[in-house]
């Protein structure tokens, strides 16, 4: 079945950029999206990249799409202290759920 | 609105106990989603409904857990009996743009004892 791959921790700096990898494997994904769950909530829509793009800004946020490679990321410009919680790529066929990853822990130092 | 509210927010409970856990979806949504997450496999989606019928319920771990949305207000996830197993954080999502952008409420941290 569809299988989406993140890496489990990044920490960076504050004031940095951070750069979170996911790959995927349904070469029939319309939509893929990132997530974001502060300590103690539920997910929360961050932005998310129709398939036909291969980049979208928005404010601090740059998603990166290559679908060749089947390689997203999320890259958060001035990483703050706030930026500080797990974030989830997933994947989004049309007609089926989204398929998450596991979630990057993203620790942000002061 | 007041997003997707879940109660209880934190349930404990003993082996064997029945649980039901309640999900009221954002108003006018026709999509919704029972997640659990733990540390050892993450998120995962149990059940999902369309206009309130059950459309995937391949999640479902066990016969012990059932789901049922008997109106377009209200869902509930209920797992019986309980084990020390099924101890983790369950979500319900709504969603009215497909599948993909769905919107989750604050979760129910169940531990069982």
Not at chain 1, 32 to 41: D, H, I
Not at chain 2, 39 to 57: A, H, K, T, W
Not at chain 2, 80 to 106: I, K, M, N, T
Request: with cysteine; charged share 20%; aromatic share 10%.
């Amino acid at each position: 079945g569809e299988d989406v791959e993140q890496s489990l921790f990044l920490s960076v700096r504050e004031g940095d950029s951070s750069v979170i990898n996911c790959t995927y494997t349904d070469s029939s994904s319309t939509y893929l999206y990132w997530y974001k769950q502060e300590p103690g909530a539920g997910l929360q829509l961050l932005t998310y990249i129709f398939s036909n793009m291969d980049m979208k800004q928005d404010q601090r946020l740059t998603v990166l799409l290559n679908k060749k490679d089947k390689h997203l990321s999320l890259r958060i410009a001035d990483t703050q202290t706030g930026d500080s919680a797990i974030y989830f790529c997933g994947d989004n066929s049309g007609n089926t759920p989204l398929v998450f990853g596991k979630g990057t822990r993203l620790s942000v130092i002061a | 609105d007041a997003g997707v509210i879940q109660s209880p927010r934190h349930e404990v409970t003993e082996m064997g106990q029945e649980v039901t856990l309640r999900c009221k979806p954002i108003s006018g949504h026709n999509s919704l989603f029972w997640y659990r997450q733990t540390m050892m496999r993450g998120l995962e989606l149990l059940i999902y409904f369309n206009n309130n019928v059950p459309i995937d319920d391949s999640g479902m771990p066990e016969d012990r857990f059932s789901a049922k949305m008997p109106n377009a207000s209200f869902s509930t996830l209920k797992i019986q009996p309980s084990e020390p197993r099924d101890s983790a954080v369950y979500f319900c999502a709504s969603s009215s743009q497909g599948l993909g952008e769905q919107y989750f409420g604050p979760g129910t941290r169940l531990t069982v004892t």
